[in-house]
C-alpha cells in the first residue's frame, strides 16, 4: 500500500470549524477502528459462518478480509480529500450528484448500523448472558441495553470513545485468550487437524462455490466497521493524515485475528456444534483444556458487543446529522446539544429504530442484512473514488493503485449477489428499510416545497 501523502502544514482548513469536537487523535482512531470492526461478528456469527462452509471456517475470513482491505483503500483516499462528516453519502453525492442516490446511500449506511447494533443486542441477550442468569427477557434485555448506550453517547463523543478505548482493549483479551488456548491444545496433540479442509457442500462445484459465498457474505458482517470512522471525521484532530494509517492498521490487526481465531475454532470443536451456539468462542474455551472460567470469557464477550452497537450507534447518530446539514433529513437531525454538543436529535432518533428492529430478527439475520446492506454501499463507493479522480483538490492526500477499487468493486457486487446464497428474509428487511427511507425522503420533499425551501445539492461538512 502507498504511504499517506498528507502534511498538516500544507492543507488549507486542517484545523476547519465544526460545531462538533475535535477529540479523537491517531491512538483513540486506531482503536476505534479496531474496536469497530471486532465485536459482534467474530464472537456471535462464527457459529453460523461454520454452519455454512464447514471445518474451512478459515476460509471465508481470508475472503472477507482481501474485499475489505480493497474498500478500506478507497475510503481512505476519499476521506483525505473531503474530511467531512457523511462519509458514503458526501462521496456518491460529490461523484455523482443525483441527491435521491445520495438519500438512499445514506440511508442503507444508516440502517446497517442499526441492524449490526440490533444484532449486538441480540448478542448481548443471548447464550454470553445465560452464563450468568436467564431470568430476564432477552427482548426486554436488548431494548435496556439500547437505550444505556443511547444515554452514554449523549455524554459526549469524549466519553464514548474513552470507554471504546476500554472496551477495544477487553474484546482483544478475549480473542488473545482464543489464540493462547488454540496453542495450547496444539502443543497438548489435542485438535483435529482434518477439520480445516472439511467442507459441508457437497456435489457440484456450484454448489461449493455458493456455500463459500455464503459463508463469506455472512461471515464479512465481522469486518464491518472501517467504514464508520470516516463520519468521525470532523471530530478527529488532523483527519487527513490520521485515517490512512489508522484504517489500514485496524484492518490488517482485526484480519488476521479473525483468520487465527477461524482456525482454532475449527481445530477443535466441529462445525456442527459451532453451529448450534449464539456463543460460539465459549465453545472453544470449554473444551479448550487451560481451564479459562466460562464465566469470564461469557463477561468478555459481553463487553466486545456492547462495543460493537456503542460505535454504531454514534456512526448512525453522526450520519443524521450530516444528512441534516444536506437538509436531506429535516434540520432538526442536526441540532447539538448545549454543553456537551453531541447530536443530541440524532442519537434519540437512530436509538428508538434500533428498539424497533431488535424485535425483527436474530443474529445471523440482522448481521446477513449488515453486510448486505453495506456490500451494495461499497459497490458504489468503489466506483466513486474512480469517478472523482477528475475532482483534483488543492492540498495532498492518498491514493489508492487504481486496480484496488476496481476489484473492490467486482467482489462487494458478487458477494451481495444471490451467488451468495443468502435467506430471503435477509432481501426482504432490506427492501422495507430501504422503502422507509424513500417514504421520509418524499415527505421531506413534500414539506420542504410547502415551506419554499430547497436543499443545496451538496453534501457539506458542519456549519
Same mark, same amino acid.
Given at each position: 500500500?502507498?504511504?499517506?501523502?498528507?502534511?498538516?502544514t500544507?492543507?488549507?482548513?486542517?484545523?476547519?470549524?465544526?460545531p462538533?469536537?475535535?477529540?479523537?487523535?491517531?491512538?483513540?482512531?486506531?482503536?476505534?477502528? +479496531?474496536?469497530?470492526i471486532?465485536?459482534?461478528?467474530?464472537?456471535?456469527?462464527?457459529?453460523?459462518?461454520?454452519?455454512?462452509?464447514?471445518?474451512?471456517?478459515?476460509?471465508?475470513?481470508?475472503?472477507?478480509?482481501?474485499?475489505?482491505?480493497?474498500?478500506?483503500?478507497?475510503?481512505?483516499?476519499?476521506?483525505?480529500?473531503?474530511?467531512?462528516a457523511?462519509?458514503?453519502?458526501?462521496?456518491?453525492?460529490?461523484?455523482?450528484?443525483? =441527491?435521491?442516490?445520495?438519500?438512499?446511500?445514506?440511508?442503507?449506511?444508516?440502517?446497517?448500523?442499526?441492524?449490526?447494533?440490533?444484532?449486538?443486542?441480540?448478542?448481548?441477550?443471548?447464550?454470553?448472558?445465560?452464563?450468568?442468569?436467564?431470568?430476564?427477557?432477552?427482548?426486554?434485555?436488548?431494548?435496556?441495553?439500547?437505550?444505556?448506550?443511547?444515554?452514554l453517547?449523549?455524554?459526549?463523543?469524549?466519553?464514548?470513545?474513552?470507554?471504546?478505548?476500554v472496551?477495544?482493549?477487553?474484546?482483544?483479551?478475549?480473542?488473545? +485468550?482464543?489464540?493462547?488456548?488454540?496453542?495450547?491444545?496444539?502443543?497438548?496433540?489435542?485438535?483435529?487437524?482434518?477439520?480445516?479442509?472439511?467442507?459441508?457442500?457437497?456435489?457440484?462445484?456450484?454448489?461449493?462455490?455458493?456455500?463459500?459465498?455464503?459463508?463469506?457474505?455472512?461471515?464479512?458482517?465481522?469486518?464491518?466497521?472501517?467504514?464508520?470512522?470516516?463520519?468521525?471525521?470532523?471530530?478527529?484532530?488532523?483527519?487527513?493524515?490520521?485515517?490512512?494509517?489508522?484504517?489500514?492498521t485496524?484492518?490488517?490487526?482485526?484480519?488476521?485475528?479473525?483468520?487465527?481465531?477461524?482456525?482454532?475454532?475449527?481445530?477443535?470443536?466441529?462445525?456442527?456444534?459451532?453451529?448450534?451456539?449464539?456463543?460460539?468462542?465459549?465453545?472453544?474455551?470449554?473444551?479448550?483444556?487451560?481451564?479459562?472460567?466460562?464465566?469470564?470469557?461469557?463477561?468478555?464477550?459481553?463487553? $466486545?458487543?456492547?462495543?460493537?452497537?456503542?460505535?454504531?450507534?454514534?456512526?448512525?447518530?453522526?450520519?443524521?446529522?450530516?444528512?441534516?446539514?444536506?437538509?436531506?433529513?429535516?434540520?432538526a437531525?442536526?441540532?447539538?446539544?448545549?454543553?456537551?454538543?453531541?447530536p443530541?436529535?440524532?442519537?434519540?432518533?437512530?436509538?428508538?429504530?434500533?428498539?424497533?428492529?431488535?424485535?425483527?430478527?436474530? +443474529? $445471523?439475520?440482522?448481521?446477513?442484512?449488515?453486510?448486505?446492506?453495506?456490500?451494495?454501499?461499497?459497490?458504489?463507493?468503489?466506483?466513486?473514488?474512480?469517478?472523482?479522480?477528475?475532482?483534483?483538490?488543492?492540498?495532498?492526500?492518498?491514493?489508492? =493503485?487504481?486496480?484496488?477499487?476496481?476489484?473492490?468493486?467486482?467482489?462487494?457486487?458478487?458477494?451481495?449477489?444471490?451467488?451468495?446464497?443468502?435467506?430471503?428474509?435477509?432481501?426482504?428487511r432490506?427492501?422495507?428499510?430501504?422503502?422507509?427511507?424513500?417514504?421520509?425522503?418524499?415527505?421531506?420533499?413534500?414539506?420542504?416545497?410547502?415551506?419554499?425551501?430547497?436543499?443545496?445539492?451538496?453534501?457539506?461538512?458542519?456549519?
Amino acid at each position: 500500500m502507498p504511504a499517506a501523502r498528507s502534511d498538516a502544514t500544507d492543507v488549507p482548513g486542517n484545523g476547519e470549524e465544526t460545531p462538533l469536537k475535535r477529540a479523537i487523535g491517531p491512538g483513540l482512531l486506531v482503536l476505534f477502528v +479496531i474496536g469497530d470492526i471486532l465485536g459482534t461478528g467474530i464472537y456471535a456469527t462464527t457459529g453460523q459462518v461454520a454452519g455454512k462452509v464447514g471445518g474451512a471456517l478459515w476460509l471465508p475470513f481470508v475472503i472477507g478480509f482481501v474485499v475489505a482491505i480493497l474498500t478500506a483503500a478507497s475510503y481512505v483516499e476519499l476521506v483525505g480529500k473531503y474530511p467531512q462528516a457523511a462519509g458514503a453519502a458526501l462521496y456518491t453525492q460529490k461523484a455523482f450528484k443525483v =441527491p435521491f442516490v445520495t438519500f438512499i446511500v445514506a440511508f442503507m449506511v444508516m440502517c446497517s448500523g442499526l441492524s449490526s447494533a440490533s444484532a449486538a443486542a441480540r448478542a448481548f441477550s443471548g447464550d454470553y448472558l445465560a452464563e450468568f442468569t436467564d431470568a430476564l427477557p432477552p427482548t426486554f434485555v436488548a431494548i435496556l441495553f439500547i437505550l444505556a448506550l443511547a444515554a452514554l453517547n449523549l455524554r459526549g463523543v469524549s466519553e464514548s470513545v474513552k470507554t471504546n478505548v476500554v472496551l477495544t482493549l477487553v474484546e482483544l483479551t478475549g480473542l488473545l +485468550i482464543i489464540l493462547v488456548t488454540g496453542a495450547w491444545a496444539v502443543l497438548s496433540g489435542e485438535g483435529d487437524p482434518s477439520r480445516l479442509g472439511e467442507f459441508r457442500a457437497e456435489g457440484s462445484g456450484y454448489a461449493l462455490l455458493t456455500s463459500v459465498l455464503g459463508a463469506t457474505a455472512l461471515g464479512f458482517f465481522a469486518f464491518v466497521g472501517f467504514e464508520d470512522s470516516v463520519n468521525m471525521a470532523e471530530e478527529t484532530k488532523d483527519p487527513r493524515r490520521t485515517f490512512p494509517r489508522a484504517i489500514f492498521t485496524g484492518v490488517a490487526v482485526t484480519g488476521t485475528l479473525y483468520v487465527l481465531v477461524a482456525l482454532v475454532s475449527s481445530l477443535l470443536v466441529d462445525y456442527r456444534v459451532l453451529e448450534e451456539s449464539s456463543g460460539p468462542l465459549l465453545e472453544v474455551v470449554e473444551v479448550g483444556g487451560l481451564d479459562f472460567p466460562p464465566k469470564l470469557f461469557a463477561l468478555i464477550a459481553l463487553f $466486545a458487543v456492547t462495543n460493537s452497537a456503542l460505535i454504531n450507534i454514534m456512526m448512525a447518530s453522526r450520519l443524521c446529522y450530516g444528512m441534516a446539514n444536506e437538509r436531506i433529513l429535516p434540520r432538526a437531525m442536526g441540532r447539538v446539544l448545549a454543553g456537551r454538543r453531541t447530536p443530541v436529535v440524532g442519537i434519540v432518533f437512530v436509538s428508538l429504530l434500533a428498539i424497533g428492529l431488535v424485535s425483527t430478527g436474530e +443474529i $445471523a439475520g440482522l448481521g446477513d442484512t449488515t453486510a448486505f446492506l453495506l456490500l451494495c454501499v461499497f459497490v458504489i463507493v468503489n466506483v466513486a473514488v474512480l469517478v472523482l479522480r477528475r475532482d483534483r483538490v488543492e492540498h495532498r492526500h492518498f491514493r489508492t =493503485p487504481t486496480p484496488l477499487p476496481v476489484l473492490g468493486a467486482i467482489t462487494a457486487l458478487v458477494l451481495a449477489s444471490p451467488l451468495a446464497d443468502r435467506p430471503a428474509h435477509v432481501y426482504i428487511r432490506a427492501g422495507v428499510l430501504l422503502a422507509i427511507g424513500i417514504a421520509l425522503w418524499v415527505l421531506n420533499k413534500v414539506v420542504m416545497t410547502v415551506r419554499g425551501e430547497a436543499g443545496t445539492g451538496e453534501v457539506r461538512s458542519a456549519e
